[in-house]
């Protein structure tokens, strides 16, 4: 899950986004496959990204199941004012 953040009103979005993933963040470790929950935060290009890494063998259905809790999570960043560009993103993860 990725937005971009505004620096207005003293980094206000950013911190409301933090707060937001700060209240699922244990439902989303539980999840069964679930191997890391990560927060990138760049102040350069004002990045606010949440990476879930999760077995290969249990994205099918963690992709079925409607990616935990991704729609309340997202339904919260959207109605953070300074919020924009919310999305999501799959992709692979391997370490060299």
Not at 50 to 79: M, N, R, Y
């Amino acid at each position: 899950w990725r937005c971009k953040w505004s620096e207005d009103n003293e980094k206000a979005s950013l911190e409301a986004a933090q707060q937001a993933i700060s209240e699922f963040v244990a439902d989303l470790k539980k999840v069964d496959g679930v191997v890391s929950v990560q927060r990138v935060v760049c102040g350069g290009c004002k990045d606010f990204k949440i990476i879930t890494k999760l077995t290969a063998d249990k994205f099918s259905a963690f992709e079925a199941s409607g990616h935990g809790p991704e729609e309340k999570f997202l339904e919260k960043l959207s109605a953070v004012p300074g919020l924009s560009n919310i999305e999501t993103q799959t992709y692979t993860l391997e370490e060299l």
